[in-house]
C-alpha cells in the first residue's frame, strides 16, 4: 500500500477517469503532456486510487529543497553536483539492480516512496527535480539504458542516474551500446543515439517495459491495460495491435482478438507472420461461431 489511498486493487477495479485521462494526454498533441504526471497516471491500473497531486506535490518538494542549497550564481556543473548529492546521498534514491523487473521499478508513485527504480523512472525524478534548479534536462532513449542529457555552456553532458547521475564519456557509452547491440561502435552511431527524446517516446518507453515485464509473467489483463495506452498514442503501430490481440486471445476474448489481428493484417499485409494471424483468424472465428 502506498500513502494517500493508494492501494493496490486488482485491475477490474482500475479508475475509468484516471485511465482515460492518460488515454486523452499520451493521443493528444506533445505540448499539452506534463510528463510526471503522466508517468504517475501509467500506475493508475495497479493503483486506481492513486492520489497523482500527492506525488507531484512531492516531487516539487524535492526541487524546493535542493534549490535552497544552492547559490543563485551557481554554475552548471556546480547544480549537477548538488542534484546528485540531494537525491542519492540525502534521500537515498538507488537503482533496483536486484530486482530489475519488479513492475514497482516503473510506478512512479513506488519509485517516489521506495527510493528505487530502473533507469527510466530514476531518470524522471532527476528532470522532475533538475528542473527546479533551472538545468534544461532531456531524456534520451538509448539503446538498452535510459539517460539524461545537460545542456552546458560549451556542449553536453551525458548523465546516468541509474549510476547515481554519473557523468558519461565516449568510452562509456560506447560500452553500452556494445553490451546491447554487439560488435564496434563508431563515435558517429554514439552520437545518433543521443538525440533527444519527446515526451510521447519516454511515455512509451515506460509503457513498452511494462508490458514486457507482463508479457513474460504471464499477467494479461495488466498487459492490455498497458498496450491499450500504448496503441491510444499511435492507433498505426502494427506490431503493437498485434500483441493487444494475442493478449485478447489469451483472455478468451475472441472478436477483439479478430478485430486487431484484422487490423494488423490490413496495415502490414506482406507481414512475415502473415499465415500465423489468419490461421489465428480463422480459429477464433469458429470459436465465435461456437458461442452464437
Not at 513492475?103 to 528542473?131: H, K
Not at 515485464?213 to 496503441?231: F, G, P, T
Not at 486471445?249 to 489468419?278: H, K, N, W
Amino acid at each position: 500500500m502506498n500513502r494517500r489511498g493508494a492501494i493496490a486493487w486488482p485491475d477490474s477495479r482500475v479508475s475509468g477517469e484516471l485511465a482515460e485521462r492518460l488515454t486523452t494526454i499520451i493521443g493528444g498533441p506533445e505540448r499539452e503532456i506534463r510528463l510526471t504526471e503522466a508517468a504517475l497516471l501509467v500506475a493508475t491500473h495497479r493503483y486506481p486510487n492513486l492520489d497523482v497531486r500527492y506525488y507531484l506535490d512531492t516531487i516539487e518538494d524535492f526541487g524546493d529543497t535542493v534549490a535552497r542549497q544552492i547559490a543563485g550564481d551557481s554554475s552548471t556543473a556546480d547544480k549537477v553536483m548538488a542534484l546528485n548529492r540531494y537525491l542519492f546521498d540525502q534521500l537515498g534514491f538507488a537503482p533496483n539492480a536486484q530486482d530489475y523487473f519488479d513492475p514497482r521499478n516503473s510506478f512512479l508513485n513506488d519509485v517516489v516512496e521506495r527510493r528505487t527504480g530502473i533507469p527510466i523512472t530514476l531518470s524522471l525524478v532527476y528532470m522532475a527535480v533538475g528542473n527546479h534548479l533551472g538545468l534544461t534536462l532531456n531524456g534520451v532513449c538509448y539503446p538498452g539504458h535510459f539517460l539524461v542529457k545537460c545542456d552546458m555552456p560549451h556542449g553536453i553532458i551525458v548523465l546516468d542516474p541509474f549510476s547515481r547521475g554519473r557523468s558519461l564519456d565516449i568510452g562509456d557509452l560506447q560500452r553500452l551500446l556494445r553490451e546491447t547491440q554487439g560488435g564496434e561502435v563508431s563515435r558517429a552511431i554514439v552520437t545518433a543515439c543521443l538525440a533527444a527524446a519527446s515526451k510521447r517516446e519516454i511515455l512509451l518507453r515506460m509503457l513498452r517495459n511494462l508490458k514486457t515485464i507482463y508479457m513474460r509473467n504471464q499477467e494479461l489483463e495488466s498487459a492490455l491495460a498497458i498496450l491499450n495506452w500504448i496503441v491510444a498514442a499511435n492507433p498505426r503501430q502494427a506490431a503493437e495491435i498485434r500483441d493487444r490481440g494475442m493478449v485478447y486471445q489469451g483472455l478468451d476474448c475472441f472478436r477483439a482478438a479478430v478485430t486487431d489481428f484484422e487490423r494488423y493484417l490490413e496495415l502490414v499485409p506482406d507481414c512475415s507472420d502473415g499465415d500465423d494471424i489468419r490461421e489465428r483468424v480463422l480459429q477464433l472465428r469458429r470459436s465465435v461461431s461456437l458461442l452464437n
